[in-house]
T-cell receptor, first 118, second 110 residues
Framework: DAGVTQSPTHLIKTRGQQVTLRCSPK?????VSWYQQALGQGPQFIFQ???????QRGNFPDRFSGHQFPNYSSELNVNALLLGDSALYLC?????????????????FGAGSRLTVL | DQQVKQNSPSLSVQEGRISILNCDYTNSMFDYFLWYKKYPAEGPTFLIS?????DKNEDGRFTVFLNKSAKHLSLHIVPSQPGDSAVYFCAAFSGNDMRFGAGTRLTVKP
């Protein structure tokens, strides 16, 4: 049973460019959340998608946008990249309506996509 | 705003001894607290959680303690094993909002 898969694993962009990161959730999960983890910090919540709509958003500018497809996979798009966008971007999946804190139903994270902006 | 803080960036313990990782929070509305473990090149994996209505939860070698009056929780690992060496993140949850601490790197020496 595949867990959460993310692509690409690493990428390098220059300031002003745009990037798209992809995520396939764990089998059976229907909700995808995206996190940004800067160096030396914990993951910061960007937004969450369920039923192809953004359900909740953290404190990130509109340059960060996303999409969820009918198969529950998701994309994170970042426009007009800044040096400060360099980070590990983590995707996490879960199943809505379940107890998120009883072992198997908590957030399941992918290994992340490491973005470097030069 | 740092609503969840892990003030120790690193901790080193001897194999077989107890590891104690600490976490402080500022928002009294958090419902649940969780600990995640992260190995290099992998995503964080869930370790243990505790509801805000409890003060202790135990799972094998791992025990989480919650002190709501002090807004403090801790993770105890007994006995510590070299395979426990990883970065540990404390997380707190309220509604749909999950906040993470910056992590503590635990090194267990053989």
């Amino acid at each position: 049973d595949a867990g959460v898969t993310q692509s690409p694993t690493h990428l390098i962009k220059t300031r002003g460019q745009q990037v798209t990161l992809r995520c396939s959730p764990k089998s059976g999960h229907d909700t995808v959340s995206w996190y940004q983890q800067a160096l030396g910090q914990g993951p910061q919540f960007i937004f969450q998608y369920y039923e192809e709509e953004e359900r909740q958003r953290g404190n990130f500018p509109d340059r960060f946008s996303g999409h969820q497809f009918p198969n529950y996979s998701s994309e994170l798009n970042v426009n007009a990249l800044l040096l400060g966008d360099s980070a590990l971007y983590l995707c996490a999946s879960s199943l809505v309506g379940t107890d998120h804190f009883s072992g198997a139903n908590v957030l399941t994270f992918g290994a992340g996509s490491r973005l470097t902006v030069l | 705003d740092q609503q969840v803080k892990q003030n120790s960036p690193s901790l080193s313990v001897q194999e077989g001894r107890i590891s104690i990782l600490n976490c402080d929070y500022t928002n009294s509305m958090f419902d649940y607290f969780l600990w995640y473990k992260k190995y290099p090149a992998e995503g964080p994996t869930f370790l243990i959680s505790i509801s805000s209505i409890k003060d202790k939860n135990e799972d094998g070698r791992f025990t989480v303690f919650l002190n709501k009056s002090a807004k403090h929780l801790s993770l105890h690992i007994v006995p510590s094993q070299p395979g426990d060496s990883a970065v540990y993140f404390c997380a707190a949850f309220s509604g749909n909002d999950m906040r993470f601490g910056a992590g503590t790197r635990l090194t267990v020496k053989p």
